[in-house]
């Protein structure tokens, strides 16, 4: 074991770098950054000046990523460090394995420090420093257990791997989903530690304030936590849909179960209530299929819920949603339980990573009227389905004014399903995927809506429930949602 | 007989919708006016209107009962909508009555049918008396709903149409690909040259061939449209306009090859959906068509092909050598005539004829090249 520090004197500011289990690699590291450290120059020249070393680092199977890592993190933090001009940095961590890096205030508090010491978290309003830190710290650790921080090192760990393989690129296709996830991943690693870094700048910056009696630069600080502890909460929302396709928009189809009208007439329902939660998110929404029941209701639907996160959210609702109610198909006024599925489908954004379809297993059947056609017939009817014949998943839109683009909306659609489909097969590659409507087994149900003989809805992954089922059918799901996510991340975590 | 006013914004309708429905609006056309002005399709309407969410609550439930009284009663009489379609187009009506942002939030409150907000006045683009008027024609006079709304959506576009003009078909989205895919892909040449679309009506081939043209590098195509209809050539006018093709599309007035000597033995192509339904067949159409769009543009004479004879004859006068050509007709039996007939008759004038089906797979389009 051996460690080295270095130490920069001049204007105030300290660096001290500690590794432990360097190892050659590490020896190799802390020339450069020595003599560039003692020439005292900028963090660019830093940056490059690491670049070299990777180099050389890039040759050894194993670890070397970290070095890459390591790297544009130091690249990072000195920028900051240089520019501040007071601060000071412990480096700790292990080459190969996970984070590094583990950023502290110039007396060594660190983030797991500021939670571990149970500051008493105040109202908002109190203008106490300590509340403000901890709160935000709090805040933190939720975000890193919502991201799966473990796991995401490990993916990270792994992806670096098949980043350094010399053969890499001879899939490009491969190559270029790999090095994708792993910007992905880097960028949210990045954020978090910015984070981190920033609450600990504001609280060096506070006493440092106290200390030379500067009331403006303690005010401004005080302001900066307080600011820092208002987005930590909203970063803490984001963090639940941190999957790799949550921010896409997305696909809902729901499809009644057996029981003929009264579960159709629920299925319009849940559709109803999906149209208006999007709405009110300010999400577009869009009918792109529709097939109706005989006598009320629809026997099955899709939406298109175009906007940021759309997916994100409603493949929270995935799943088999059972009705409760006193029929009003019923003459006999009997209580019915009917069931709904509800499948969701992302609509991915990046076109790369698109399913091709060849034209040629294609089978497009288009709404005809019988008989001559052409002139003869004068219909706003322009259906279209189309069928991949090789896997035998359809879709069908009839809901756009024109063939031309009924056949348009129908390509979308079976594009994602497509998608989809290749995504279940990368299942193990990739926990991302929901279930398809084929999919989804009736057993499978998610949430119970009663409304006789009391009234109350529950979600039975969560234990989550309401006893006004009318603001729920309303589109009010965003308790359910979110309670589901977090739940499921909770989950994850004790898997881990 | 009440005078049409074809002035856009009171859309020449009906003030009072108790009136009886025959004063309501007419589809006559008076041929004589030199000058028709276009109508303005209703989703091109300001947002001068409004009604209570209530009203219009209200409207739609008596619009959509309405619809559903219909069942498929028209299936069964002539092959019309039946009640499924007609409450798709009710849809489609909100959709162009009310801002486009908040479509479908009125929508999905409409149809959830809660009674929250009832005094929100939502901005129409029309009077509710004249919704009342105008889907009352759609259900018991069969007016076709592309009238009722003054647009037609074919292909990627939204054209303007109204009474006196024919509506364009799904079928006839083809012709487009063929000039794409036959036509253009093999001789990107053709690309700069002058086309033209022969009895245009409302535009939309020559208009759907300028854009296609202009997808070509450095491509300087023109479309020439002809129509003999005034009605048509300012509907078709209005619709270039809406483009933006007026440098790209002349439309000029006149019977077929008439009003295009100038480009005599120029043109690099021809398309046209001219009148092929045979007259015997005309009294027995569905409503929508048989009433409402112009006879002028259907009726095809006693066999339906005598207009589709005449552009062939012109096309080989017409189209320089290499030039393309593409017909719609009546189907089979219509094809294999003309095919016939180019054989027989034109022998040496054209090259590599083909008839082409339509999605149904009827025989539709009989297209090949000038020699």
Not at chain 1, 430 to 440: G, P, V
Not at chain 2, 154 to 165: A, F, I, P, T
Request: with cysteine; aromatic share 8%; glycine share 8%.
């Amino acid at each position: 074991m051996s460690a080295f520090i270095f130490k920069r004197a001049g204007n105030g500011s300290s660096l001290i770098s500690q590794y432990s289990r360097t190892k050659t690699r590490a020896l190799c590291f802390s020339q450069p950054l020595h003599s560039f450290l003692d020439s005292n120059q900028n963090s660019k020249v830093l940056d490059s000046g690491y670049s070299s070393i990777l180099l050389k680092s890039l040759k050894k199977p194993r670890g070397s990523f970290w070095a890459l890592q390591n790297s544009s993190f130091l690249g990072s933090q000195n920028q900051h460090s240089f520019h501040l001009n007071l601060k000071g940095w412990i480096w700790a961590g292990q080459f190969g394995t996970q984070a590094a890096i583990e950023p502290c205030t110039s007396d060594g508090l660190t983030v797991d420090g500021i939670t571990g010491s149970k500051w008493t978290i105040l109202e908002e309003s109190e203008s106490d420093w300590r509340s403000h830190a901890a709160a935000t710290a709090q805040s933190i650790q939720v975000i890193k257990k919502r991201l799966q921080w473990k796991k995401l090192m490990v993916r990270l760990d792994m992806l670096s791997v098949e980043l350094n393989k010399p053969d890499l690129w001879n899939d490009p296709v491969h190559a270029g989903k790999i090095s994708r996830e792993h910007g992905s991943l880097m960028g949210k690693i990045k954020e978090v530690k910015t984070f981190e870094q920033e609450l600990l700048e504001h609280i060096d910056m506070i006493k440092l304030a106290r200390e030379e009696n500067d009331s403006e630069l303690e005010s401004e600080s005080m302001k900066a936590l307080l600011r820092m502890r208002r987005d930590s909460k909203d970063k803490e929302l984001e963090a639940l849909l941190a999957g790799e396709h949550d921010s896409c928009s997305c696909y809902i189809e729901v499809q009644a179960g057996a029981g003929g009208t009264e579960s159709m007439d629920w299925a319009a329902m849940v559709m109803q209530m999906y149209q208006t939660w999007a709405q009110r998110r300010g999400y577009g929404v869009t009918v792109v299929d529709e097939m109706p029941g005989e006598i009320a209701g629809i026997k099955r639907a899709t939406i298109k819920v175009d906007g940021e996160y759309a997916f994100g959210y409603a493949k929270a609702e995935v799943g088999v949603h059972r009705l409760v109610r006193i029929s009003p198909f019923d003459s006999g006024k009997r209580r019915h339980t009917s069931f709904a599925a509800v499948a969701v489908i992302p609509i991915l954004g990046d076109v790369s990573t698109h399913v091709q379809i060849n034209e040629s297993d294609l089978r497009i059947e288009r709404f005809r009227a019988g008989g001559a056609g052409g002139q003869h017939v004068n219909t706003t009817e322009s259906a279209v389905r189309i069928v991949h014949i090789p896997t035998g998943i359809t879709a069908t839109c009839q809901n756009e004014r024109s063939q031309h683009q009924n056949k348009a909306s129908a390509m979308a659609v079976l594009q994602s399903r497509l998608d989809q489909l290749e995504m279940a097969h990368q299942a193990q590659m990739n926990s991302q995927h929901t279930q398809s409507l084929t999919e989804i087994s009736w057993g499978n149900q998610i949430r119970t809506y009663v409304l006789h003989p009391y009234r109350m809805v529950k979600d039975l992954r969560t234990n989550y429930e309401v006893s006004d089922p009318d603001s729920v059918l309303e589109g009010d799901l965003d308790d359910f949602i979110l309670s589901y996510l977090s739940a499921s991340l909770d989950k994850d975590d004790d898997e881990q | 007989m009440m005078k049409l006013r074809l002035s856009g914004l009171s859309c020449g309708v009906c003030a009072n919708f108790r009136r009886p429905i025959s004063l309501c609006y007419s589809n006559s056309i008076s041929s004589s006016s030199a000058e028709v002005k276009p109508k303005i399709p209703l989703y091109l309407r300001p947002l001068s209107f409004s009604a209570s969410l209530s009203e219009l609550t209200q409207w739609h439930k008596w619009a959509k009962n309405l619809a559903s009284s219909v069942g498929s009663s028209f299936v069964h009489l002539d092959n019309g909508p039946d009640s499924t379609l007609l409450r798709r187009e009710l849809n489609w009506l909100l959709q162009d009555l009310l801002e486009l942002q908040h479509h479908s939030a009125i929508l999905s409150h409409l149809e959830s049918g809660n009674s929250e907000n009832v005094d929100v006045s939502v901005a129409l683009r029309a009077p509710l008396e004249e919704l009342y008027c105008v889907w009352r024609q759609r259900i018991e006079e069969r007016r076709p709903f592309q009238y009722v709304v003054g647009c037609e959506h074919w292909r990627d576009l939204v054209l303007s149409v109204q009474e006196g003009v024919l509506i364009p078909r799904p079928e006839t989205e083809m012709i487009i690909d063929l000039v794409e895919n036959v036509a253009l892909n093999k001789f990107p040449e053709l690309a700069k040259g002058f086309w033209a679309d022969l009895g245009t009506g409302s535009g939309a081939i020559a208009i759907a061939t300028a854009r296609t043209l202009s997808t070509h590098a450095h491509a300087h195509g023109r479309v020439i449209a002809t129509d003999l209809s005034p009605v048509a050539i300012a509907v078709a006018a209005f619709n270039v306009q809406i483009y933006g093709l007026q440098d790209v599309v002349e439309v000029r007035k006149g019977s077929w090859f008439e009003p295009l000597k100038d480009v005599r033995g120029k043109l690099a192509g021809v398309l046209s959906n001219p009148p092929y339904v045979p007259s015997g067949d005309i009294s027995g159409l569905q409503a929508e068509v048989g009433q409402h769009e112009p006879k002028l543009a259907l009726d095809g004479g006693i066999s339906g092909t005598s207009d589709l004879l005449h552009l062939i004859d012109g096309a080989a006068s017409m189209l320089k050598p290499g030039g393309f050509f593409a017909l719609e007709t009546n189907g089979e039996k219509q094809s294999k005539f003309l095919v016939d007939y180019i054989e027989n008759d034109k022998p040496g004038s054209f090259c590599n004829i083909n008839i082409v089906s339509d999605f149904a797979g009827i025989q539709r389009f009989v297209m090949g090249f000038r020699q």
